[in-house]
């Protein structure tokens, strides 16, 4: 072994690469550059946004033409996530991650400067298109550069990242758009992502030989691999789970949260996303920690029933109970976030479950759970409240009542139970595969 190590460095071209990638902090520059990406993609994700008035009288279109518009961004994103984790596998992770973050910039760039509808919904698409590597490459790198038992508490971070990501596409970006302009702004991002995708191909390495992997290199991915993936119940079981736990956590922090709040508790729209808000930040510091906790535990499954027991508890006071003082309220949405961050440690069991050269197929396998329930829910809730409305219009807005928000919310508590009941047939996976 030392001997194949002293001729993979004498082969090595360049000694200061060799220099920069032993170095004990060069993992976390690769993950540093990784989470940047991330961070840039929630930026994109929500940015449209805040420029929601300023983009329809530019391009000429109502509400269902900006929504179209946003979807681009998601349809592209959900259908491509059917093929990247094939493609890291297969190929050089740290030049496809590159090129994604560059089709994200270009993507931003036609976005910034056309003043055609149709120019504006294909940078849309390529940006898109760029950000389904995000996640994928973020988890894949951890599992090049980190020890199996810091897996789950660097692929925590992931959430952080995503986190700060999406604060930044909201007050500080807005803050920008009013001082710039909403074309600069975006020009400006563009400009970032750009120099972010030149930083990646020229920083970061692939890591060939490692402990918890050998020769990984040697392996060639082919179509039999894939169907390993598909054929493994336990794949299936993560990413129903991931789907049913994380979706909670983006349909009431992204869109129907806000809404239940200011009626149930006759808040403002200020208050109650502040409120939301603290859901965030317990997926956030969630996260890492649980991450960590099962790395010292070496069990992944007793923190995962725990966690999404507890944000079950958590959020049924919050439907139902509405005379809750706010210092609670705010407890209780950290609680359900925190509790529900135990959904990213579904990506180490199935890193863990699955050989080492699959990690990205099985992660953006894992992933895609959670783009089909996020889509399907939004809308459906959506559908059961105007099912039960009872067609009172203020400013010419529908608007839904107490019970009708309770009665279509109950989605999520289900899909967290469903989640918990899930858990029952998943496996410890270093108990049960290895290779």
Request: hydrophobic residues 55%.
């Amino acid at each position: 072994m030392l001997t194949n190590d002293n001729n993979a460095v004498m082969d090595t071209p360049m000694a200061t690469e060799q220099h920069l990638t032993l170095h004990k902090y060069y993992p976390w520059l690769v993950i540093g550059l990784s989470a940047l990406f991330l961070i840039f993609k929630y930026v994109l994700q929500v940015s449209p946004g805040i420029v929601s008035d300023q983009l329809m009288r530019e391009f000429h279109v109502h509400g269902a033409g900006l929504g179209n518009l946003a979807a681009a961004f998601f349809y592209s994103y959900f259908i491509m996530q059917l093929f990247v984790g094939v493609l890291l596998d297969r190929y050089s992770t740290r030049y496809i991650t590159a090129l994604a973050i560059a089709l994200c910039a270009i993507g931003t760039f036609m976005f910034a400067t056309t003043s055609e509808l149709w120019v504006a919904f294909l940078g849309r698409t390529f940006a898109g298109i760029g950000v389904a590597f995000a996640t994928v490459s973020y988890m894949k790198m951890t599992a090049q550069w980190f020890k199996p038992n810091q897996f789950a508490f660097v692929g925590g971070l992931l959430a952080t990242a995503a986190m700060i990501g999406a604060i930044f596409g909201e007050a500080p970006l807005s803050m920008l758009v009013d001082e710039l302009g909403w074309r600069p702004s975006f020009f400006l991002c563009a400009s970032l992502g750009l120099i972010l995708a030149i930083a990646f191909a020229v920083l970061v390495r692939e890591r060939h030989v490692d402990s918890a992997a050998p020769a990984v290199v040697k392996h060639h991915f082919t179509k039999e691999d894939v169907f390993e993936v598909l054929k493994s119940k336990q794949n299936w079981l993560l990413t129903f789970f991931s789907g049913l736990a994380f979706t909670p956590i983006a349909v009431f922090g992204g869109l129907w949260g806000v809404p239940f709040l200011s009626i149930a508790y006759h808040l403002t729209t200020t208050k109650a996303a502040t409120l939301v808000s603290c859901v965030f930040i317990g997926l956030a510091i969630g996260s890492p920690l649980l991450g960590l906790l099962s790395d010292r535990l070496g069990k992944r499954l007793p923190v995962m029933k725990w966690g999404t027991l507890i944000a079950f508890i958590a959020l049924l006071p919050v439907l139902y109970w509405v005379t809750l003082p706010l210092w609670l309220i705010c407890i209780l949405l950290f609680v359900f976030g925190f509790g529900t961050s135990v959904f990213m440690l579904g990506f180490a069991i199935g890193k863990e479950s699955n050989k080492y050269v699959l990690a990205a197929t099985v992660i953006a396998m894992i992933n895609t759970g959670d783009g089909i329930f996020g889509s399907i829910t939004e809308p459906g809730i959506g559908k059961l409240l105007d099912m039960r409305w009872s067609g009172t219009i203020i400013n010419g807005v529908h608007h839904f009542g107490l019970n009708n928000y309770q009665h279509a919310l109950t989605l999520l508590p289900i899909y967290l139970f469903v989640a918990l009941i899930l858990l029952l047939f998943v496996r410890e996976a270093n108990a049960q595969h290895s290779h």
